[in-house]
């Protein structure tokens, strides 16, 4: 047996092999709190939806204009044929159409590896070979990453670095989080993660004292061991809250007027706009009884209060106002720039939000210009295929999709991250090509015309360097390539060749010489911090380079509240109300945090045909549909199914109990899942993580019942509003069944037919 250093997404491992196969990964010594799913990662390796060799799709071959995309059987091609076709395309596309045409978004977290970074690889390859249509912001936080700059001038406070934990364990008496601090998805962090650190500083935080209150429509948001308060909250209404806090802070002459005279801009106009937003008027919208709503609003001002509002807040129709109204509500108290107390975005969303570090950028692998300066929202994948040169707002600009031809997808799935999959599918059936590298043959390989088998991060050498965690961990190749996979990076090398830019693309460096290149040239960085690490050979050996946490704790916004600083908005201080956001006229988005009813919610007439609210929260058992082949993810399956959490109360009034397969369906789709029972859900309110990889029973039939349970045949395909054009996925409703008879077993894991 042979032990290897590795790191990932869901952590830092060692990798143990044998007979060429990878057998176990053992958790990472430094790592207070490493997570159980890293166990999923040898179960993934050697499994059967392993892409084995390249393919090609037997009706593009045949030039069937795309109709038969996630149906089709696959012709297997050799390794120079695949890169032929391929290189041919791209040409073609380029020349016939313009290279706008391309379409090299490739949104994903693909692997933790920052030089086998499939996205970074693939961009880097598109723009040296003539440039592509790019996407702008992510799933995470789009409505966030578009109005946050318009209140606070900049994005720090959803993408970090926040008031980090050791302020909070020092100085907050009261926590108020709305979603909660969902400490199954701190198991996380994109491109690395030596260090499960948040779990750690909570408990430390609830054993000094600290009191926590979990504002949600899920009990589970909040660790147990921290004896905290559950309100519990219809969802999508958390704004019409936040708003009532701030009208009794107000109206109580609990806020702190200094500081929204010298630190903010439109108080005043945000206060006019507070009129009847009493608690009373709270209660009928959100559920939460006005007196509760008022106490808290007392007690929130009379401690220290740090104020966190989840990511998936803003994952819903008018998903920016949340995020306006936290900061408003914040600025309220006043406490904002000083340690433990303010607000700030997404603490325990991943494992790096509040994690003490250092601002240094790792390794990371260069992917140069891109000639063509087109893009779409992150989330209009299917409006850009479907309505080519349609017009749409976005952030005060008016703007076309283009016209795409092809699609190029690698290190990402939107078969799992999309809304609406119904309408994906028409969607993906419209370019003349699309060209997927997965390692696996998720929904989106089966949607693909050539299919292009990657390796696992197992199978190659890399370094991951996640930009919120400590560590940077040196990933060992363990194993040889399965099946014929090849690195992404060798195979753009290879059409880079026939395109005549090889020596560009690859610099002429191989594996090896890029990992020593970009080690070194972050090296120079952290010397710049003052920071002198081992170098390449002495890292790779021992296989980690652990950065010290700094020495002070980190307080957002300090230096602003000092007047140091003054923020990157129009009057350099933070906007309660803009005259900018106002001037784009958007009627789903006005200058000032607002409630503003969702499309689908429990209050909408919508809800006497679809009476469940349905949160399509991240899984606690694997990332995003990653690792679903794992043991960990296998293990929490009902009868084959994601499970789907219920209030008793309303299983009880269909006739479902706990392990039945249950329907769940709108007017968007249908799905099979298991019902688990939890009084942890609000009445009204299904809980069903995303990730259960998607498995139409019958694929040629439009909107065929999805046999596995992928909340997205159920979720709408909607901007969050003209500002932020983010995903809504969190505002759906629908209804569920007993699911009578035998159900049909899942295949979503089996490869598709492929010709002999
Ligand atoms: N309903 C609903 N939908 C959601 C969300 C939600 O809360 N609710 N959350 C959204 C959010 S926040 C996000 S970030 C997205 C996530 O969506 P994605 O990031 O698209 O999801 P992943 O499953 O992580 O997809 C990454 C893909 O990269 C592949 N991959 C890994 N390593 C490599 C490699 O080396 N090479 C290649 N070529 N491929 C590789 C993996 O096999 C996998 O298929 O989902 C979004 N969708
Ligand atoms: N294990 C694991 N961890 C992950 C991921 C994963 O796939 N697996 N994905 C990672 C990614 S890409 C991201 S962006 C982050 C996302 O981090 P988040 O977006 O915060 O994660 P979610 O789990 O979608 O939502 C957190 C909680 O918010 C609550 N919630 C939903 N809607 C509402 C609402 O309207 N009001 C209130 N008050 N609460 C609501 C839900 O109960 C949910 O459990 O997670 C990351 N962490
Ligand atoms: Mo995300």
Redesign the pocket.
Known sequence: MAVFHHGSHWGAFRAETEDGRVTGALPFAKDPEPSPIVASIPDAVHHRSRIEGPVARRGWLDGDGGEGRGRDSYVPLDWDRAVDLIADEVARVGRDFGHASVFGGS?????A?RF???KSQLQRFLGMAGGFTNQRH???YAAGLAVLPHILGGVEAAAGPVTDWPSIVGNTGLMVSFGGLPVKNAQVDSGGNGEHAAAGFIREAAGRGVRFIAVSPFGGDLPPEVEGEWIPIRPGTDTAMMLALSQVLLAEELADRAFLERCCTGAAAFEASLEGRTPEWAEGITGVPAARIRSLAREMAAARTMISTA??LQ?GDHGEQPFWATVALAACLGQIGLPGGGFGFGYGCVSGIGAPRHGITGPTFPIGPNPVDDFIPVSRIADMLLDPGGAYDFDGERRRYPDTRLVWW?????F????DINRLVRAFRRPETVIV????W?A?ARHADIV?P????LERNDIAAGRRDRFWLAMHRAIDPVGRARN?HDVFADIADRLGFRENFTEGLGEMAWLRRIYDEACVRAAEHGLNLPDFDAFWAEGHVELPRPETPRVLFEGFRKGEERLATPSGKIELYSGHVAGFGYEDCPGYPAWLPPKEWLGADAAREWPLHLI???PATR????LDQGRVSQDSKVQGREPIRLNPADAAARGIADGDVVRVFNGRGALLAGAVLSGEVAPGVAVLA??AWYDPVDPAAPGSLDKHGN??VL?ADRGTSKLGQG?S??SALVEVERFEGEPPPVTAFDPPDIAA
């Open positions: 949104y994903g977290w693909a692997s590896g086998h970074h499939a992510n799933y995470s990511w998936a994952r690698a290190g990402g799935n939107p799992h991250h999309h809304q590298h997965d390692p696996w998720t989106t292009v990657a390796t696992t991060t992404d399509s929260n991240q990332l995003h549909a990653q995303t990730g909340p997205n979720t995903p996925a969190m």
